[in-house]
């Protein structure tokens, strides 16, 4: 697997093979734009190289949750901003009082 910049500024992540000195791609899994997307395409493309290979993957779904906890927790990437970390900024500007510091609002 490999990763690679494109003209964009995203992370191509790929399949790739190597034979003779001869690199060739088997598959693209597609470009990532943050660490979490990134993350995403490096487990997808761990997963199928480990199926490839006849590895079976871990059976992570059928442990038992640690004590006090209630189930595993799964994550979803719905969105590619993130509202909260940007509530968060705003508030501690405002808190701060940056906003008045460079003349208002439009410093934000």
Do not use: C, F
């Not at 059928?62 to 590619?80: D, H, I, M, N």
């Amino acid at each position: 697997m490999r990763k690679v910049k494109t003209a964009s500024g995203a992370t191509a992540v790929q399949i790739v093979s190597k034979s003779g000195g001869v690199r060739r791609i088997v598959e693209h899994l597609g470009s990532a734009h943050d660490e979490t997307e990134l993350e995403v395409l490096l487990e997808a493309g761990r997963q199928k190289i480990a199926a490839w290979q006849g590895q079976g993957l871990l059976d992570l779904e059928s442990l038992e949750p640690a004590p006090g906890r209630t189930g595993l927790a799964t994550t979803t990437v719905e969105s590619k901003h993130s509202r909260l970390l940007w509530a968060v900024l705003h508030g501690a500007y405002q808190r701060l009082g940056l906003g008045e510091a460079v003349g208002g609002e439009s410093g934000l």
